[in-house]
């Protein structure tokens, strides 16, 4: 059975399902108005699910100079459909910290390779390079820049090479997780001050000093921190060592901080699928890692951002990145993310990188593919809209904490449900048995009449394909271009059922 087939015939088996009894309920009671959240910014940003692109990767995913990439264009022009907005990239990651600029390079990207097979050891780049960059087609970018081996006079002669060539330049960062290079987060906060001083100095000088997309007139604006490993440096502890306390023509534009939900580094076993996509995990360790930071930048009115994040760190496990499972996780964190004040996140890719939502090339005999975690992007791409004013808040599921229920308000008023179902449920079980579902009973707020969905599925947890509204992504993005498969439900005394397998989601809309 072809790809597409299987999702069809997947969600009919669904509808059927819905009439069975055997399933659980949930009640969820949507609120008329938007619930409290910590949520401190006013509307979120249409863009807050971006990528993050490994430095070394850019050439790979944008294609060779005058040579664009035209799987990348078709996926990133999905992520746009729902919003219509090019999405925001943040180009960085280790290799950001061991680049060298040759402005008479006539190659893109010479990349020395070491010991590590999924990044260059060093990477030499041209002003093609940023050709390359434009090729990705980000509405936004959030340029890293070097740290590592360099002075700040050498990262302020790239910074004017760069912003003289790269389109939608918003922010730059300086250095990726470099927090190891420092006694302490004081020693760490000035060192950044001379480099986002001596590259604004070098900005003004050539006339580059207005970023064209940040909407700031005449300052070169940072994001600051980009860091993983020691909380001292995180958000809180940046603050308070004066990261904000700018003498010179620049702004602090947001604080970065990483974030993985598990790790394959240095032989760590990733965490088993079930854990990985649970709500129960995600929620606390969503709050133990941010408790104190997003507060304190919400306090000093810096805009807070999970600037790299994906399931597992060190580029990922086969097996786990690559599943379902961590679609669902995908879908769930950017969400909970969403409720909690972060201003926007970008999950990270890279070529061969394991979570990369796709894979930009050939790579030995395998041909580009997408990951099940780029239909998840759609999912939250469908939830966020397009007004520019949504809103997102938790609301609480009776009786079972692997369900969650997100509201999207859209000028507080409730627009769309995303229900999720983050029960372990594998392919091994071929059909799937009624006490697979979770009949969500949604109480409505009053005037919504009609209900439609829009369904995140797979054949299980441990799939390595995606399905959304319908269409399967594996061999490519272009199902993006078919008509979205809805479901109907109808309202009853105020409330809607809709069945949710587990490890599945449903996108509800409202009217
Ligand atoms: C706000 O954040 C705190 C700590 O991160 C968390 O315990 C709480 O549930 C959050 N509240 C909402 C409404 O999301
Ligand atoms: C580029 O210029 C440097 C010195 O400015 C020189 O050493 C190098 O050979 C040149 N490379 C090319 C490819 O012309
Ligand atoms: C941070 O490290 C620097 C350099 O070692 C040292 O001079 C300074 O006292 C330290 N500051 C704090 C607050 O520990
Ligand atoms: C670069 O920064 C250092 C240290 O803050 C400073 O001494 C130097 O004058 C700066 N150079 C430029 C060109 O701004
Ligand atoms: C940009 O400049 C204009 C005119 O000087 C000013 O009114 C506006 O407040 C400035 N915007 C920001 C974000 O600084
Ligand atoms: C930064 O500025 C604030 C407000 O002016 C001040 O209270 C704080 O002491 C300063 N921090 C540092 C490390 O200079
Ligand atoms: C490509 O082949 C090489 C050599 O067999 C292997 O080491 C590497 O893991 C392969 N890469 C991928 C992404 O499969
Ligand atoms: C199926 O799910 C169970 C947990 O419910 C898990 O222990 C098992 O490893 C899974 N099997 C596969 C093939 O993923």
């Known amino acids: 059975m072809n790809p597409l087939s299987w999702s069809l015939v997947f969600v009919h088996t669904c509808g059927a399902i819905l009439a069975a009894s055997a399933q659980t309920t949930a009640s969820v009671t949507i609120p008329k108005t938007l619930p409290k959240t910590n949520s401190s910014i006013g509307f979120l940003d249409t863009r807050f699910l971006g990528l993050s692109i490994e430095t070394s990767s850019t050439v790979d995913f944008g294609g060779e100079p005058g040579n664009v990439n035209k799987f990348t264009t078709q996926c990133m022009s999905g992520l746009s459909k729902t919003t219509g907005l090019g999405l925001r990239l943040r180009i960085g990651g280790s290799t950001e910290n061991r680049f060298t600029y040759h402005p008479n390079q006539t190659t893109a990207i010479i990349s020395t390779w070491g010991s590590n097979p999924d990044q260059p050891s060093h990477i030499d780049i041209g002003p093609g390079f940023w050709t390359s960059m434009n090729q990705l087609g980000g509405g936004r970018i959030i340029l890293g820049l070097s740290d590592e081996g360099t002075n700040p006079q050498e990262q302020a002669t790239v910074a004017v090479a760069a912003l003289s060539a790269v389109k939608n330049v918003e922010q730059?960062?300086?250095?990726?997780?470099?927090?190891?290079?420092?006694?302490?987060?004081?020693?760490?906060?000035?060192?950044?001050?001379?480099?986002?001083?001596?590259?604004?100095?070098?900005?003004?000088?050539?006339?580059?000093?207005?970023?064209?997309?940040?909407?700031?007139?005449g300052t070169t604006v940072f994001?600051?921190?980009?860091?993983?490993?020691?909380?001292?440096?995180?958000?809180?502890g940046l603050i308070a060592a004066g990261i904000n306390n700018v003498t010179g023509d620049y702004r602090i534009g947001s604080i970065s901080a990483h974030d993985y939900a598990g790790s394959a580094c240095s032989g760590?076993?990733?965490?088993?699928?079930?854990?990985?996509?649970?709500?129960?995990?995600?929620?606390?360790?969503?709050?133990?890692?941010?408790?104190?930071?997003?507060?304190?930048?919400?306090?000093?009115?810096?805009?807070?951002?999970?600037?790299?994040?994906?399931?597992?760190?060190?580029?990922?496990?086969?097996?786990t990145s690559d599943t379902f499972a961590a679609a669902v996780w995908t879908?769930?964190?950017?969400?909970?993310?969403?409720?909690?004040?972060?201003?926007?996140?970008?999950?990270?890719?890279?070529?061969?990188?394991?979570?990369?939502?796709?894979?930009?090339?050939?790579?030995?005999?395998?041909?580009?593919?997408?990951?099940?975690?780029?239909?998840?992007?759609?999912a939250f791409q469908e939830a966020i809209g397009a007004s520019g004013k949504a809103s997102i808040a938790e609301l609480p599921v009776a009786g079972n904490n692997l369900l969650a229920a997100y509201a999207v308000y859209e000028s507080n008023v409730p627009a769309r449900v995303v229900l999720i179902n983050t029960n372990m449920y594998n392919t091994s079980s071929s059909a799937?048995?009624?006490?697979?579902?979770?009949?969500?009973?949604?109480?409505?707020?009053?005037?919504?009449t009609h209900a439609t969905g829009k369904r995140l599925t797979a054949p299980g947890a441990d799939a390595l394909v995606g399905s959304w509204a319908g269409h399967t992504y594996h061999a490519d993005c272009s199902p993006v271009n078919?008509?979205?498969?809805?479901?109907?439900?109808?309202?009853?005394?105020?409330?809607?059922?809709?069945?949710?397998?587990?490890?599945e989601a449903v996108v509800v809309s409202f009217k």
Not at 432 to 448: E, H, I
């Open 172 to 217: 730059i960062e300086v250095g990726n997780e470099i927090q190891g290079h420092y006694p302490n987060v004081s020693a760490f906060v000035q060192d950044m001050h001379s480099f986002y001083n001596n590259i604004t100095v070098a900005l003004k000088a050539a006339g580059k000093s207005k970023l064209k997309a940040s909407g700031w007139n």
């Open 482 to 503: 078919l008509a979205d498969v809805i479901e109907t439900y109808k309202p009853s005394n105020g409330k809607v059922a809709v069945s949710v397998r587990n490890s």
């Open 268 to 319: 760590s076993i990733p965490i088993p699928l079930s854990k990985l996509m649970s709500h129960t995990n995600t929620v606390s360790r969503t709050t133990s890692r941010n408790t104190g930071d997003i507060a304190a930048a919400q306090a000093a009115k810096i805009p807070w951002a999970q600037g790299e994040t994906n399931s597992i760190s060190c580029q990922g496990a086969a097996g």
């Open 331 to 378: 879908l769930d964190d950017a969400l909970l993310l969403s409720t909690r004040g972060a201003a926007r996140v970008n999950f990270h890719a890279g070529t061969n990188y394991r979570y990369a939502p796709w894979q930009p090339i050939l790579i030995n005999t395998t041909a580009p593919y997408v990951r099940p975690n780029y239909a998840a992007m759609l």
């Open 432 to 448: 799937a048995p009624a006490s697979a579902f979770t009949s969500f009973s949604l109480t409505l707020p009053s005037g919504v």
């Open 223 to 236: 994001e600051a921190g980009d860091m993983c490993c020691d909380k001292t440096f995180f958000a809180a």
